[in-house]
Each structure stands twice: as structure tokens, then as C-alpha cells.
């Protein structure tokens, strides 16, 4: 089945700074889904991206499939980044296999 | 309007005890699906449907039960739960494409 691996596993950057996430998956893939979650919070989808690059903001996610990767880039980081971000390829069907998840954490 | 709601937020249940959670949905969404998420072990799908009266079995399905009376409702049961199932436990729906959509979570605690 899917194996998907974030990297890194935390992250803390001060205000400002640019955040890069990682995420590597082990079959092909239908679909790239990331999620935002807060402690104690739902997941809120933070981009749909099957394949190619996606803007949203300061938000840009990168899909290379032939490389079995994923990525999402933070730029000028806010303290209301904070909080996990996870991954999640679909490969059969409909199923979401999720990552591990990156937690960010972004001080003043 | 949320469109994929959860009851009920919270629950503490005895160990021996029957759960049911609830999940409601009103994006006109074919699939919904239940996970649970706990430390260490990220989230994983327990249950999924993509159509009215049938349920498929997901990656941990055992001492779990599902149903999906209605294109809009899908529950979540433990029939006999157990200390184990303690967790966060999150419905999603999507559509013909493979986009999810999450619910704001239960959080159960057995004892």
C-alpha cells in the first residue's frame, strides 16, 4: 500500500521566515490532498493539487509525480501559521493515505 | 454553513458500552468516510461508503460498525467499546473528484 513520509518533523522559524515542507509517497498517486490542522482542531484543506503548482497567498504547493513527491512552501511565515500540516496522497480509489504530519511552530 | 457536521463533539463512554457517532452532510457528496487520529499514529480510515445502505471496511475496521441510511448520514458504532478506541474521530465526504472534506471531529474517551 501508499507509504508517506514528511519531513521535516517540526519546524520552528521566527516571523517572516520562509517554511519548506516535504512529502514523499511510495506509489503513484490519483491525488494530493494537504490539510492544516490547529491543536485540538479539524483538518481544513489547504490545497488540492493532483499534480503541477498551486498558488494560494503565501502558499504554493508542488506536485511531481514522476519524483513521487510534494511540497509546500510558506512564504513570510505568520504566527497564526502555527500548527500541523498534513499530507495526504490517494492511490486507490477514493482512500487518503495521510503523513505523519509537520508541526510548525512561528514566534515573533 | 459547515457543510459536514458532527454529534456529538465530545463523548465519555464505559468501557462494555455501545458509541454511536454521528456524521451529517449536506455537500450532495456520494462518499463519506471515518477516521480516527491518535498520537503516533496519525489518522486512519476505519470506514468508508460511496453510496446509501452499503459500507466498505477501511484499514483498522475491527470493533467498529458502520451504516449509511441516507446519501447525507453516515454513523460510526462501537458496539462493545474499549479503552483502545479513545481518540479523535473525523468524518469527511467528497464528491466525484478526490477532494475531501472534514468534519470539526469527536473527541471520545473511554473509561
Known amino acids: 500500500g501508499q507509504q508517506v513520509q514528511q519531513s521535516p518533523t517540526s519546524l520552528v522559524l521566527q516571523e517572516g521566515e520562509n517554511a519548506e515542507l516535504q512529502c514523499n509517497f511510495s506509489?503513484?498517486?490519483?491525488?494530493m490532498q494537504w490539510f492544516y490542522q490547529r491543536p485540538g482542531g479539524s483538518l481544513v484543506s489547504v490545497f488540492y493539487n493532483p499534480s503541477g503548482t498551486k498558488q494560494s497567498g503565501r502558499l504554493t504547493s508542488t506536485t511531481v509525480i514522476k519524483e513521487r513527491r510534494s511540497s509546500l512552501h510558506i512564504s513570510s511565515s505568520q504566527i497564526t501559521d502555527s500548527g500541523t500540516y498534513l499530507c495526504?496522497?490517494?492511490?486507490?480509489?477514493?482512500?487518503?493515505?495521510f503523513g505523519q504530519g509537520t508541526i510548525l511552530k512561528v514566534y515573533l | 454553513e459547515a457543510a459536514v457536521t458532527q454529534s456529538p463533539r465530545s463523548k465519555v463512554a464505559v468501557t462494555g458500552g455501545k458509541v454511536t457517532l454521528s456524521c451529517h452532510q449536506t455537500?450532495?457528496?456520494?462518499?463519506m468516510y471515518w477516521y480516527r487520529q491518535d498520537t503516533g499514529h496519525g489518522l486512519r480510515l476505519i470506514h468508508y461508503s460511496y453510496v446509501a445502505d452499503s459500507t466498505e471496511k477501511g484499514d483498522i475496521p475491527d470493533g467498529y460498525k458502520a451504516s449509511r441510511p441516507s446519501q447525507e448520514n453516515f454513523s460510526l458504532i462501537l458496539e462493545l467499546a474499549s479503552l483502545s478506541q479513545t481518540a479523535v474521530y473525523f468524518c469527511?465526504?467528497?464528491?466525484?473528484?478526490?477532494?475531501?472534506?472534514f468534519g470539526p471531529g469527536t473527541r471520545l474517551t473511554v473509561l
Open positions: 455537500n450532495n457528496h456520494d462518499y
Open positions: 495526504a496522497p490517494t492511490s486507490s480509489g477514493q482512500k487518503l493515505v
Open positions: 506509489t503513484s498517486l490519483n491525488s
Open positions: 469527511a465526504s467528497s464528491g466525484l473528484g478526490y477532494e475531501q472534506y
